[in-house]
């Protein structure tokens, strides 16, 4: 009977043994290349076979970091239609995984890096929307399933660096999106509107009960003779009794 047991004891001791050199094995793995490059392969190909009817693709060159602490995303791209809607050079996300577990998405710190943003009036059939419609989903019925989105947001600090934004209104211009010129506007139109050198810093709440938001800081020049040099604000809006406030209001422009 001692020997048995002793054998028992032999048996489960290897089990845990095994499992603690697992453990150990898993934790250095997601912390590797090897499975940053895994991971960021399978997410590309799951996303692009579910826009593949539609001719839409995502695409990224790499994925550094440490999945448990943070991310960085280099030379992604968004194309719709094999046109580009959006560039940048790289995304760099740190964040707290253990907010999970209380039902929050906590963002410490989000970079978005020299980030070019086309956007672009299509024709879809007889309906003529904005490039970016096209890449949601439009059911004939509305799902009143409880699936809508309930998860707490805290953005600690955001970031964008070096953007640019781009407005396309004529729907009969075949010119592919890098190919059109922008000339300098005597007036503002958000039709042919070229906006660069984007800075952009905010931190942001989003719970159910609600919503802060302080930018911190938003500049901007355009084609034309409207220019921001600084806009800041802080909003708060309280979903309870729908009040907002706003405050710490300044704007400069040229």
């Not at 020997?3 to 499992?19: D, E, M, T």
């Not at 760099?92 to 980030?115: A, C, F, M, Q, T």
């Not at 964008?160 to 005597?186: C, I, Q, Y």
């Not at 802080?234 to 405050?247: E, H, P, W």
Request: glycine share 4%.
């Amino acid at each position: 009977m001692t020997k048995l047991f002793k054998r028992l004891l032999g048996i489960l001791a290897g089990i845990i043994v095994s499992l603690l050199i697992v453990i150990v094995l898993s934790y250095f793995f997601i912390q590797s290349d090897a499975f940053n490059k895994w991971a960021l392969e399978l997410t590309l190909e799951e996303i692009n076979s579910s826009w593949q009817e539609k001719d839409n693709r995502i695409t990224a060159d790499s994925l550094t970091g440490n999945v448990l602490t943070g991310l960085t995303l280099h030379n992604g791209a968004i194309l719709t239609k094999g046109d580009s809607l959006l560039r940048f050079n790289h995304i760099d996300i740190k964040y707290d995984i253990w907010g999970l577990l209380d039902h929050e998405i906590r963002l410490d710190h989000v970079k978005l890096n020299s980030p070019e943003l086309n956007l672009a009036k299509v024709k879809n059939g007889e309906d003529i929307g904005w490039n970016f419609m096209d890449l949601f989903s439009s059911s004939e019925e509305e799902d009143t399933s409880a699936s809508a989105f309930d998860w707490d947001i805290k953005v600690e600090n955001l970031k964008v660096e070096n953007g640019s934004m781009k407005f396309f209104g004529n729907v009969n211009d075949t010119l592919p999106l890098w190919k059109r010129v922008f000339a300098k506007l005597d007036s503002l139109d958000i039709d042919r509107l070229y906006v660069k050198d984007l800075e952009m810093e905010l931190s942001a709440d989003y719970y159910k009960d609600k919503k802060n938001l302080s930018l911190k800081n938003l500049s901007f020049n355009t084609n034309s003779d409207f220019n921001v040099k600084k806009l800041k604000l802080d909003a708060f809006i309280n979903m309870k009794d729908s009040v907002t406030d706003l405050a710490g209001f300044e704007l400069i422009t040229n």
